[in-house]
């Protein structure tokens, strides 16, 4: 089984029949129908992938589970009220099902990671919010994330509602406290089990951060109540987790399936909070087939009053990540307590809010309390903000109380994507107040912060004594799909008031174009002038935003970026090169993925031929 967080495409991956005659520039064959119903690049090489089977219609579960079954497709979830079911199987073995005129796509159970984590209440004037007794009594913040302490005295018993969703497979954990992939009640989102424990740390703490900011007693709406889901699995793959034994992603069927959940639930419910995020998008991504995926589960939301608040994310980049993206999501970036954007954090006119997102000290478990930075910080402050929104307007619209929170927020202007945007900083005590519109704050432009990889979640990983940086060149192998990483974040607790915040990884600022032979002297052995850490960093953020590495190539760590920068057997080779440089080129500060793009379609094609291969790495190295 090989994890692949969000695919954003849905082009067909290519399996030509010998009699279709080879192309010599057209990387994309014709597609049959079956075909034309699978994502690209699914479980190539003969490996199985876990992958999400949409169907014509729920009452479909049961013949197409059958014939599943009869094509040795391993059906491991099928949840009766919901249009899809999730099984694992070899690209045949789906090509095959896909077949099935009941089956209308298959794509990879794609999976997404918690936003990296990094006075907050009073810049927002949630301070003048208390005095004034509104404080979101009556209504309900629902998290979505990874579980939460259930006895932490920040809560003091306003814990509303629990649930799990947590895909199982092999190597893949359940969160859930009785060890199936789903469970409701109480106790179902105990972030203090034995499976979020990983050498000593809690892996499951990021949620009690983010419901504490939300509606801790110190939080911004502390007399909401609290429904908590747990929609995270335990990931053991040190591929996955970039060397740590453990880390945590949540499977893409484990969110549709919460975000339904949410939607049946009859508690005033102001906001569900989603601090986490995958893939970036300089666009609205609606149209898209992951953005398809999202958009119906927040309109739904949307329609039952409940606005959808999630991370823009940290990767100091001009648009936001999945879901994010989704133009009817409630996208949050993140500034600091000098009224100035984080020099983490997304931004440009697909953000909503910022919200305070640096230096912020909120519950973690064991009764403790740490400090984190991130846009996962900011937004429950725009979660918890609009509890105290409709708590005190329990009648008017939440879109509605959207838009007054935009109106009064504090102007923030600044260039992104080469235009003027202009992005309100939250400011629920000048909704409540009915404040005019604010003065704004010109944003100056920022270089953005020097790479940090400090943010794991896991122990610290262990030198892996058979991933020596070998000088020689070793060409790499046509592997089979593996996960991408995980941007996680360092856990710091401890009791004091004001202990010290994780950094966040991020984008550099140098874009200097290098070619792959300067890549490859700076990655072997601490030869170059950029630090180890800093390379790990932007291995980290290709995988994020790339489709191809470590999806195919492998190349999560040092050792093997240096053999895929050095490999030049086969034309895949040669074009995984190519892409690894640009892609390095683009994590150290350089613009512009639109060939990158599509030269990684050709790559995920199962059948491109030579002459396409060689076209593409052609391409890619001209916009060296």
């Given at each position: 089984m090989r994890f692949r967080p969000l695919i954003v495409s849905s082009i067909v991956l290519a399996l030509l029949s010998a009699s279709v005659?080879?192309?010599?520039?057209?990387?994309?064959?014709t597609p049959t129908p079956s075909q034309s119903k699978l994502e690209e690049g699914l479980a190539l090489d003969g490996d199985t992938t876990r992958a999400i089977v949409e169907l014509t219609d729920a009452a479909q579960h049961e013949p197409v589970a059958g014939a599943a079954a009869a094509q040795s497709v391993d059906v491991l979830l099928q949840p009766q009220s919901q249009p899809f079911m999730v099984v694992e199987g070899t690209a045949e073995e789906l090509a095959r099902l896909a077949e099935d005129p009941r089956v209308t796509s298959i794509h990879r159970d794609r999976t997404y990671a918690p936003a990296e984590v990094g006075s907050n209440i009073t810049q927002i004037g949630a301070d003048k919010a208390h005095e004034k007794n509104f404080t979101g009594a009556g209504q309900n913040v629902v998290i979505l994330d990874t579980g939460i302490d259930r006895d932490h005295p920040y809560f003091a018993g306003r814990l509303a509602g629990e649930a799990c969703f947590s895909a199982v497979e092999s190597g893949v954990e359940s969160l859930c406290p009785n060890g199936q992939p789903q469970q409701t009640g109480e106790g179902a989102a105990d972030a203090t089990t034995a499976r979020c424990l990983s050498g000593g740390v809690n892996l499951c703490e990021h949620g009690t951060h983010v419901a504490g900011i939300a509606a801790g007693s110190g939080g911004v709406a502390p007399g909401a109540g609290i429904i908590a889901v747990q929609v995270f699995s335990r990931v053991n793959d040190e591929d996955t987790c970039m060397g740590e034994s453990s880390c945590l992603l949540a499977f893409e069927s484990s969110l549709r399936l919460a975000m339904d959940y949410v939607t049946t639930l009859t508690q005033p419910i102001a906001a569900v909070n989603l601090s986490l995020g995958g893939a970036l998008s300089e666009t609205d991504c609606d149209a898209t087939e992951e953005g398809a995926v999202f958009k119906p589960k927040i309109d739904a939301l949307l329609a039952k009053g409940i606005a959808t608040v999630v991370a823009a994310g940290n990767e100091f980049f001009e648009g936001a990540s999945y879901p994010a993206c989704v133009s009817s999501a409630v996208a949050v970036?993140?500034?600091?307590?000098?009224?100035?954007?984080a020099d983490f954090s997304n931004r440009g006119s697909l953000v909503d809010f910022f919200a305070p997102g640096v230096d912020i000290q909120s519950s973690v478990p064991d009764n403790q309390m740490a400090v984190h930075s991130g846009t996962s910080m900011a937004t429950p402050h725009v979660a918890g903000a609009l509890a105290l929104m409709k708590a005190a307007s329990p009648q008017t619209p939440i879109a509605d109380l959207i838009n007054t929170l935009k109106t009064t927020g504090r102007?923030?202007?600044?260039?992104?994507?080469?235009?003027?945007?202009?992005?309100?900083?939250?400011?629920?005590?000048?909704?409540?107040?009915?404040?005019?519109?604010?003065?704004?704050?010109?944003?100056?432009?920022?270089?953005?912060?020097d790479p940090d990889p400090t943010d794991g979640s896991g122990p610290t990983p262990q030198p892996d004594p058979t991933d020596e940086r070998d000088p020689a060149p070793v060409p790499?192998?046509?592997?089979?799909?593996?996960?991408?990483?995980?941007?996680?974040?360092t856990v710091t607790v401890t009791p004091t008031p004001a202990p010290s915040a994780a950094a966040v990884c991020t984008r550099g600022t140098a874009g200097a174009r290098m070619t792959a032979g300067k890549w490859a002297v700076e990655i072997h052995r601490s030869s170059g002038t950029i630090p180890d850490n800093t390379l790990n960093c932007y291995l980290k953020l290709i995988g994020k935003a790339s489709k191809v590495f470590p999806e195919l190539t492998k190349a999560s760590s040092l050792g093997k970026a240096y053999r895929v920068l050095k490999?030049?057997?086969?034309?895949?080779?040669?074009?995984?090169?190519?892409?690894?440089?640009?892609?390095?080129?683009?994590?150290?500060?350089?613009?512009?993925?639109t060939v990158l793009t599509a030269a990684e379609k050709v790559r995920l094609s199962g059948s491109a031929s030579k002459a396409a291969l060689k076209k593409a790495t052609k391409n890619v190295l001209r916009s060296l």
């Open positions: 005659p080879a192309f010599a520039d057209d990387p994309t064959p970036g993140a500034n600091d307590g000098a009224d100035a954007i102007p923030y202007q600044y260039e992104a994507n080469g235009a003027q945007v202009t992005t309100p900083r939250l400011d629920v005590g000048a909704a409540l107040a009915g404040t005019a519109t604010q003065p704004p704050i010109s944003q100056a432009p920022t270089a953005g912060p790499t192998s046509s592997a089979t799909p593996v996960p991408l990483p995980t941007v996680t974040v490999g030049t057997k086969t034309t895949r080779d040669k074009l995984d090169g190519a892409l690894l440089t640009a892609w390095l080129n683009w994590a150290h500060g350089t613009n512009g993925t």
